[in-house]
Every structure is written in C-alpha cells, then in structure tokens.
DNA sequence: CACCCGTATCGACGAGTGTCAACATAGACA
DNA sequence: TGTCTATGTTGACACTCGTCGATACGGGTG
C-alpha cells in the first residue's frame, strides 16, 4: 500500500523542486520529456479522476480518505482503480493509517496545477 | 478548413480572459467542469500531440506550417489526425495560406500551459 | 487542360481504457 | 478466533484510441 513498489515517477518531481520539462514554447519538446509530461496528463484526462483529484487537493492539508470521496457515481472498484492511476502517476500518494487509507496531493504538483488553473487570460 | 465546424471549443475560452473552471485546489470540481477540463487534458495526454503543439508553440508567432512540424516519427495521417484533434479541443487553430495549412496556438492557451510547465515546485 | 505536391479523410486493425461483479485482503473489535 | 467494514485485485466486456495504407481534395504550375 505505500508507494515503493511504484515502477516510475514521472513529471515535477526529478529533483525536488524542479520541473523535469522546459516550458512548452520554450522550444521543441523531445520524445522523451514529451512522454514523461503525456503520461501526467493522461492521468488527468478523465473525469472521474479530475473530481477524485480536486477533492483531495482541495481537502486541508490537501489528503483526505477514500471514504470522504468515494462518492462520485461509480463503483468502489472503479473508484479505486482511477486513485491507483493517480498513484502510478505520480500525483498522489497514499498511506494506511488503522481501517482507512488516506491519499495526499504530491506536494509540487498543487502549485503548478493551480497556477495553470487559476491563471488569468 | 476553417475552424467554423467545431462543435465545441472547451476550456478556456469560454469568455475571452478568463478560465472556464475553478482553481483544482479551490473545491471540488463540478462534474461539468471535470468533463471540459478532462477533454483538455485528453487532447494533450499524447507524445506525439505534445510534440506537434510544442513545435506550434514554440515557433514565431505561435504558428507554423504543417511542412514544419510533421517530423515525428509518424505517418503524414497520423500527423494529420493529431493535428485535428488539437484543433477540435480548442488548443489549435488553422488557416489555409495558397498550398500550405497553418496551425495556431490558441491564444490564451499559451500563457497557461507555460505558466504550468514554467513554475518552479 | 494535365500533373504534381501538400494535406485531409476513410477503413481497418491491434492495443489500451473505463467499468462492473465477484472475490481477496487488512484492521478493528467482540 | 470469528465477524464486520474499508479498500484493493481479478477477470471480463464494450468501447475508444493511435496507427497505417489507400484514397480524395485543393491549389499551384506547366
């Protein structure tokens, strides 16, 4: 249930606090950062996900339990099998603590999404 | 050729300025929103996407010819398929110059993506 | 007009994805 | 120990996606 069996850790997280990819127009993308950053978004290209995520980030402390976000019109397998894609990615991780098991936002992953998100034009 | 048979452009682009969601980390997403902003994501959550559009948006003026940007590795449909989906999310815009076809980023696309991919953890 | 070049569309194929029901596992508690 | 609850895993299914070759379209140029 901890991470450490997670194969790769993309994107954001390289060093510590350093993007693993230059900015988008600040040239062309090679295959390889082009990859890594795909691979982020694609963990974010579904819905059910996108709410699963919002919910936790947007959580004190930004980790809540699955209990408090399972609710979001799909199965608890489903429910389970997007946290474990949010997981592989390298957005969220999680940690059993008694009955529950809670999963946090990575910690430089908020920042660049709420910049994104909360950008002005 | 022109963009006037996309049936919706997401994200965004609603208004002219302003972002067609909340921040991820501000509440829990709507469903709606999570569906808009999970198109998104989808249009960029593939390699060879985030290469044609990091070619786009890296070139003056945030445009360039397909002739430029077709060397990745894949088919000239392949290319050619990409392309349009960028265009039907409403990342990329075209227009039709005598032989060649040009793609733009579209314009408030660009300052998001490299506020995101520009932030330092 | 005919020809060539750049780009888009079509049809098909294999691979991947989201979903569920059924089952398995891990703690808490009696 | 046994039982209940919370979560993860498995297997199967329909559906979508990325890719290609073949083909069509559109615009120069001869």
């Known amino acids: 249930m901890s991470n450490s069996e997670v194969v790769e850790l993309p994107v954001l997280q390289d060093g510590d606090a350093a993007p693993c990819c230059p900015p988008i127009t600040a040239g062309e993308l090679s295959p390889a950062d082009a990859e890594k950053m795909a691979a982020m978004f694609k963990a974010l290209s579904d819905p059910v996900r996108l709410r699963l995520f919002s919910k936790i980030a947007s959580h004190p402390g930004g980790e809540a339990c699955v209990c408090d976000i399972a609710d979001v019109g799909v199965s608890q397998p489903t429910v389970s099998h997007h946290l474990r894609k ?35 034009g």
Chains 1, 2 share one sequence.
């Open 86 to 120: 949010l997981r592989e990615a390298g957005l969220l991780t999680s940690e059993r603590r008694g009955t529950w098991v809670y999963y946090q936002v990575a910690p430089s992953v908020v920042a660049a999404m709420a910049a994104l998100l909360d950008l002005r």
